[in-house]
């Protein structure tokens, strides 16, 4: 029995590294682990942070007022996620710093970017825009003392996605709740999980420092999240 699961263990290690190794290079650095419910791959993305793929891997991650939009091409199933926690941002694309991983970025916060960059790899990759369908989650007011950033993030993401003409096909939007999502682009299919309130604080919490990070001027690459 030990034998069979350090045999399955091992099976499920390389099916992550192979993932990982045929993934694009801008997405080796997220955090990939093998879902054995699923029996997938999940990439794990932070804030700021979007990952798009054309093969059968499922995307997950934990929001509070941050909104994710899930697009995909409903033909050919390549499809992602992003996360990001403010709307929008008037610097033009070669002004942007895209950072890296756990650090503050132009990308981490604004939303124009982390949709336009999502929709654009999509396209690039054989989806094609006339296909396209979304679906968003996020923008929950986690903690009343927080700004409602939440709410300017889903009229933002909803706007954005009728300028483009992709339909939203469903969405959870708002309230209170912190939300768990896994989206899996090649069916299309998203699972919501909302967090009771012992998960608020936490969240909300990070959330709230992320904030006063970003407000500080002259916001430097080295600011780490946590």
Not at 107 to 129: D, Q
Request: proline share 3%; aromatic share 8%.
């Amino acid at each position: 029995m030990v034998a069979k699961n350090t045999l399955l263990k091992r099976s499920h290690n390389i099916e992550v590294d192979q993932c990982k190794n045929r993934c694009l290079p801008e997405f080796a650095h997220i955090n990939h682990y093998w879902d054995k419910e699923r029996e997938l791959v999940i990439a794990k993305i932070l804030p700021g942070e979007f990952y798009m793929t054309t093969e059968h891997v499922a995307i997950a991650t934990t929001l509070g007022s941050c909104i994710s939009a899930c697009i995909w091409d409903e033909v050919t199933g390549i499809g992602g996620m992003n996360h990001f926690m403010l709307p929008i941002t008037d610097k033009d694309a070669n002004d942007v710093n895209w950072g890296q991983r756990g650090l503050v970025t132009d990308a981490t916060r604004y939303g124009n970017y982390a949709m336009e960059h999502l929709i654009n790899m999509i396209l690039v990759s054989g989806g094609r825009k006339i296909n396209l369908k979304a679906k968003v989650f996020g923008g929950g007011k986690v903690l009343k003392k927080l700004s409602d950033v939440g709410q300017r993030n889903l009229t933002f993401a909803l706007s954005y996605l009728k300028s483009e003409n992709i339909p939203v096909e469903s969405s959870d939007l708002g309230n209170i709740y912190p939300r768990k999502v896994i989206f899996e682009p090649a069916t299309g299919r998203a699972f919501v999980k909302r967090l009771d309130n012992l998960h608020n604080d936490t969240i909300a919490r990070r959330e709230n420092n992320y904030q006063h990070q970003m407000d500080q001027e002259q916001i430097e690459g080295d600011i780490e999240l946590f």
